[in-house]
Every structure is written in structure tokens, then in C-alpha cells.
């Protein structure tokens, strides 16, 4: 059984730091891109970043580019999002994804999620 946990949201002040994780079990971790979503109620999911299997590349969403930054360690099984400069926009339910694709920018592509965090930001 594939399993992503997502972990590092909560309350968040405009203007800050938290770094996201995602661990996963069951999975060719190496084997697979992977990437970040996120979600606000009414809303379709939202593409927030990827990174290829070893890491080499990765893909950012216009909105959070050069704000957050993705990356993984494969001897962890794990993907983080670090983000930056938190906004009010920013706040969302933020989701992990495995991806057989060596890089994948939409939720079509993506094999396995995680069940998310949520990331509220306040002013």
C-alpha cells in the first residue's frame, strides 16, 4: 500500500517561513516525481510545484515562483516545500503526489496523494 503524509501546516503569519513534508511508504520513491498542490474549498486543485526523480529539475507554479522551493531526499522517501514570503493567497490545503512521469504538472499525471495539511496564512 502507497501511503504520502503530509506534515508542517498549521497558523502561519503573513511573511513567513514553514517548510512542508511528505513522507512516503510502499512507493519506488526514486522512481517518481514528485510534487505539491493545493486546494481552497470551491475551488479546483492547484499545481504549486514538482521535482524530477533525482531531483535535477523542477517546475513552479507563476504564483509561487521564486517564493517557495521545492526538494526531496531520496534516501528519506521524503519531499519538502519550503515557502517564503507567506501571502493571505497562499492559504490552502497543500497536498504531496507521486508521479511515474520524470516531471508532471497536472493532477491527471500524478499515481498517489497524500491527504494534505492545511496552511493559513493570517495578516
Known amino acids: 500500500q502507497v501511503l504520502l503524509v503530509e506534515s508542517g501546516g498549521g497558523l502561519v503569519q503573513a511573511g513567513g517561513s514553514p517548510r512542508l513534508s511528505c513522507g512516503t511508504s510502499?512507493?519506488?520513491?526514486?522512481?517518481?516525481?514528485m510534487g505539491w498542490f493545493r486546494q481552497t474549498p470551491g475551488l479546483e486543485r492547484e499545481f504549486v510545484a514538482a521535482?524530477?526523480?533525482?531531483?535535477?529539475?523542477?517546475a513552479y507554479a507563476d504564483s509561487v515562483n521564486g517564493r517557495f522551493t521545492i526538494s526531496r531526499d531520496n534516501s528519506k522517501n521524503t519531499v519538502y516545500l519550503q515557502m517564503n514570503s507567506l501571502k493571505a493567497e497562499d492559504t490552502a490545503v497543500y497536498h504531496c503526489a507521486a508521479s511515474p512521469r520524470a516531471l508532471a504538472r497536472k493532477v491527471g499525471e500524478y499515481a498517489y496523494w497524500g491527504q494534505g495539511t492545511q496552511v493559513t496564512v493570517s495578516s
Open positions: 510502499g512507493l519506488a520513491f526514486s522512481t517518481h516525481a
Open positions: 521535482i524530477s526523480w533525482r531531483g535535477v529539475n523542477t
